[in-house]
């Protein structure tokens, strides 16, 4: 059974949102060309001389910003982080399992490349896709530890994993002719939440392959077998998985591989496959990460995405890679170093070192951070697996744990912190209950597809201690639901 696009750049716009936006970049209403009262006051927010009134400005309150940008949905995911944070700002006891982010500093050998090379003047521009020094580590890095067939002039280095994820969308999909049918992107589902929107902004169509708790949140070959199409320009692939927790063995893997290797030989001679393995580093699931793109039939075919992001603890550094392979690959790379070029240029030049140093010598602090994060799965998962009506599998890898919480939809919860009780109706109404009456942050599952919408997503990076109290206060919650 295949779910198609949930459309989540196709929202109505109201006309409150319409009026909400029509404000200058300054958020004041008017027209910046024709204002007449100069502000002498030099506690004015916007500054002494700032020109005020507006009596010939052209009404703005019509003026609208595009479709695609207005109908965007915004990230679930970050909303839940920053209301966690505003509460805790406001001096509320929040503990917060909501952000998608190591917990640690980032080690200081990795820190220490960046100042030194910024207090050697390495502060101009670079070339767009990266220099060849810190290209040639990582594509030696995606040969010696992924098997990844592919060489420096196959690597793109831009501005987080996600980042790496836009453009190559943009250079994959295309927005219909005339007559031409839309080009189908295949996404297992729960995803994390940004897949479908960058899938969307780029002209491609999502389609869903569902997946279970009970059956770890992986897809079988069968079921994309069936969802493969004329039409399919690309399969996505995430393991270890964000939201699920989970990841796949390299024997599910292999035999996902064959599936895609035939349908291109058949069905889907356009068929390439993304593989965004941005947690290949926090795993602890008792079996190796296997990169897809090792496969020879299929090599060529395949990107592989990555980063520094959550192996490292750099999520603030927007650091992320696009690894291809053959003549494809150089050819799609290629054609995103030239995006890349009119979007942001090269990443921060000083950071280049940075990348070597985590590269080169980072593997002690990463398996540091590994060990943690696998002492965080066994201590949460024994306690949420106790936790009456919460059902998820053993986690594998990644940070997360993803309960199913759709026992208790239908219920209403018991009040407290001065909130009344409320109907609990969905995971949104769990989480904002939660968040409310118990000060626990999780996120809501909805935004993530498939059966997402019974589940809540759980960040274990987070101290044993903050895992433990957050616990204790989820089962107070569940004791209180009617
Ligand atoms: C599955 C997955 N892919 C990609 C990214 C992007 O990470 P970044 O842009 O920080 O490299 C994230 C971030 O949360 C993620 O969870």
Redesign the pocket.
């Known amino acids: 059974m295949l779910g198609h696009s949930r459309g989540r750049i196709k929202g109505k716009r109201t006309p409150s949102a319409l009026a909400g936006r029509s404000r200058d970049p300054i958020g004041h209403r008017g027209g910046l060309l024709t204002r007449t009262k100069t502000s002498p006051n030099s506690d004015d927010p916007h500054g002494p001389g700032y020109i005020s009134g507006m009596s010939n400005a052209p009404t703005t309150s019509a003026l609208r910003i595009s479709r695609r940008a207005a109908e965007l949905k915004p990230s679930v995911t970050v909303a839940f982080m920053n209301r966690a944070k505003n509460m805790k700002a406001q001096g509320m006891d929040v503990l917060s399992f909501a952000a998608?982010e190591p917990d640690f500093d980032t080690p200081k050998l990795i820190k220490d490349a960046a100042i030194e090379a910024l207090n050697a003047g390495m502060v101009k521009y670079m070339p767009t896709l990266g220099d060849a020094e810190t290209r040639k580590v990582i594509a030696e890095k995606l040969v010696r530890e992924n098997g990844i067939p592919t060489t420096l002039d196959h690597i793109a280095i831009s501005a987080?994993?996600?980042?790496s994820?836009y453009i190559a969308c943009q250079s994959l999909f295309d927005f219909p002719a005339p007559g031409e049918p839309v080009q189908e992107a295949i996404l297992p589902v729960p995803a994390?939440v940004s897949y479908a929107p960058i899938i969307e902004l780029s002209g491609g169509k999502v389609v869903e392959i569902p997946t279970t708790a009970a059956g770890d949140f992986k897809i079988t070959p069968e079921q994309l077998k069936k969802a493969i199409t004329p039409h399919t320009r690309a399969f996505f692939i995430?393991s270890p998985s964000?939201p699920c927790g989970t990841m796949y063995t390299p024997a599910e893997l292999k035999a996902i591989a064959q599936v895609l290797a035939e349908a291109a030989r058949t069905v889907a001679p356009q068929l390439v496959i993304v593989s965004?393995e941005?947690?290949e580093k926090v795993i602890y699931g008792g079996f190796d990460h296997f990169s897809i793109g090792s496969i020879p039939e299929i090599a060529e075919r395949t990107l592989t995405i990555n980063?520094l992001?959550k192996a490292y603890a750099m999520?603030g550094w927007r650091i992320?890679y696009a690894c291809g392979s053959g003549a494809f690959g150089k050819k799609l790379i290629d054609a995103m170093g030239v995006l890349q070029g009119q979007m942001t240029t090269n990443i921060t030049s000083f950071t280049y070192p940075a990348i070597r140093a985590a590269l080169l010598k980072g593997a002690p602090e990463v398996e540091r951070m590994r060990q943690a994060f696998a002492e965080r799965a066994e201590a949460i998962f024994a306690r949420i697996g106790r936790v009456p009506g919460f059902k998820c599998p053993k986690p594998t890898g990644a940070f997360y744990l993803f309960p199913d919480i759709s026992a208790h939809f239908g219920k209403t919860s018991a009040g407290g912190n001065g909130k009344a009780g409320r109907k609990i109706n969905g995971a949104m109404d769990f989480c904002e209950a939660l968040l409310e009456e118990q000060f626990v942050a999780f996120v809501p599952g909805e935004d993530f597809g498939g059966c997402g919408s019974n589940c809540v997503r759980i960040s274990f990076a987070c101290s044993i201690d903050q895992i433990n109290k957050g616990v204790d206060r989820v089962e107070k919650f569940v004791a209180g639901l009617r």
């Open positions: 998608g987080g994993g996600k980042h994820l994390w995430n964000n965004d941005l947690y980063g992001s999520t992320g």
